[in-house]
């Protein structure tokens, strides 16, 4: 999963490090809008490259190293 990423996932990828992304009672939303594969979140969740239980959510340093995203502040 982590190296061969679908363009979609890519996608939601640089959706959450440009701060667009939230889960909402598990669904997760890009722009305020549920993400239309609703399995998408989870997987990214589980391979380790996002991370949060409700409300913002955000790159883990495996994600950040895959998209190429700089370090997060702190």
Do not use: K, W, Y
């Amino acid at each position: 999963m982590t190296t061969n990423l679908t363009p979609r996932e890519h996608a939601v990828l640089r959706a959450v490090a440009e701060g667009r992304c939230t889960l909402d009672q598990g669904n997760l939303m890009v722009d305020g809008l549920s993400c239309c594969d609703q399995f998408l979140g989870r997987r990214l969740v589980v391979a380790g490259l996002i991370a949060g239980t409700s409300g913002p959510v955000v790159l883990t340093e495996t994600g950040r190293a895959l998209l190429g995203a700089p370090p997060q502040a702190a």
